[in-house]
């Protein structure tokens, strides 16, 4: 079974510009959980889709966004980066079952700069 | 809220035991661990549920304390393939969606 599929898996953006990630998870599998992971936070949770609806989001600024398509594919959307921004993005994606969160799956990451 | 893990960092002698704490000031449906290589993705390790018995996989093996809302992962007999930072993973009970939320991490350090 082919893993979580993340591209691009390296970017450099500028303050001000935009940038859409984008995952596709284990087939069968669900939910689409982000994270954001940096040396001083660690793995910071940000949203979480299941069946094309946000089910649980963290505590990031409205500047991140999210959506998932019917084929489970998500993307992830930041606007206006800042340079703390600077971080890899971790997408993992799991079955989700009667409410539970099953195992997850993590993709390689995207690893994005902001200068 | 972030599950607390202790020691931050720890460094062995290969072939030494290790073990790594994870607490939740909130009641806990399960805990995950994961362990994550330098430029890697983490990877899965092993869920304990509530009311489940202690998990194992290989020479690591992990236990959930209920009434305390604690885990620990035991390493024994560590060899150099365990070095890396790793994390455990929380899902509290609460509401009908859970998330998890993950510690801090521990950087675990196997010397030859």
Redesign the interface.
Known sequence: KAGVTQTPRYLIKTRGQQVTLSCSPISGHRSVSWYQQTPGQGLQFLFEYFSETQRNKGNFPGRFSGRQFSNSRSEMNVSTLELGDSALYLCASSRRLAGRQETQYFGPGTRLLVL | QQPVQSPQAVILREGEDAVINCSSSKAL??V?W?RQKHG?????LM?LLKGGEQKGHEKISASFNEKKQQSSLYLTASQLSYSGTY?C?T?VISG??????????TQLTVLP
């Open positions: 449906y399960s995950h994961y890697e993705a983490p990877v899965f869920i994390f993973g899902e009908s969606a859970r998330q998890l939320t993950f510690g801090s991490g």
